[in-house]
């Protein structure tokens, strides 16, 4: 079902993701595309009719699920999917938080089980560590620089620590380490972006950069050394 990459076990493509809630303004306009935004490929549906038809043409890695469905419920789904899909990853998300919901939900076949409402953090997170414990990865060796995971969604710190990333970091990270500690000019790093430079705004780039740094203290407790030359471009020190 999933590409994996030969020296890890993680999957070398994105990971292909079902996203199922009847609730379209919260699937197709916040869930469906914050989740695309970490780099998951993923197809929205509305019903428990729509997934299994889903299934039958092309199965996903994995699977979010709501309990409440307009032609069934989550625990059948859930237990469907495990039964003719015993390697998928299944996390239910829901808006009924009892304890007698959540046991069901993992004896039906879940991996996981989060409340509504949830950040798009914890939410990417618990994905990544389902689909680790469906494909472990093998350990890290030890890193003295900064680098990219072999997947390129994390930011591997000079430790070991790592962060995961959007694919506009992923893309502006790519860039930089392919250069690292030499200067890299605005404009390489706005055309590493988008592929429309003369729409691309230039303080976005600055925005981005103070969020990823910004981001990767409060996740790794160590500044990302990403650096501004003034009247150039940005040097990151790996």
């Not at 890695?61 to 789904?77: Q, W």
Request: proline content about 6%.
């Amino acid at each position: 079902m999933t590409i994996l990459n030969p020296d890890t076990g993680i999957p070398a493509r994105p990971l292909r993701l079902a996203l199922l809630d009847d609730d379209a303004l919260l699937r197709d306009r916040i869930l469906a595309p914050k989740l695309a935004q970490f780099g998951f490929e993923v197809t929205a549906t509305g019903s428990a009719n729509e997934l299994h038809a889903l299934v039958k043409h092309d199965a996903p890695d994995m699977f979010v699920l709501d309990i409440g469905l307009p032609d069934g419920d989550g625990f059948a789904v859930a237990r469907s999917l495990r039964a003719t899909l015993p390697a998928a990853g299944i996390v239910i998300l829901t808006g009924r938080g009892d304890t007698a919901d959540r046991v069901r939900c993992l004896f039906e076949g879940a991996d996981a089980y989060l409340a509504k409402p949830v950040e798009i953090d914890v939410l990417v997170a618990t994905l990544y560590s389902v689909a680790r414990r469906l494909h472990p990865a093998m350990a890290p060796r030890p890193r003295g620089r900064w680098a990219l995971s072999t997947d390129e969604w994390f930011l591997l710190s000079p430790h070991g620590a790592q962060v995961m990333l959007t694919k506009s970091e992923r893309r502006l990270l790519e860039a930089m380490l392919q250069h690292a500690d030499e200067v890299v000019s605005r404009e390489s790093l706005i055309a590493s972006l988008t592929d429309d430079v003369h729409a691309f705004d230039p303080h976005r780039l600055d925005s981005m950069v103070h969020r990823l740094r910004r981001k990767v203290l409060a996740a790794l407790g160590e500044p990302l050394p990403l650096n501004a030359v003034h009247g150039t471009g940005y040097i990151l020190a790996a």
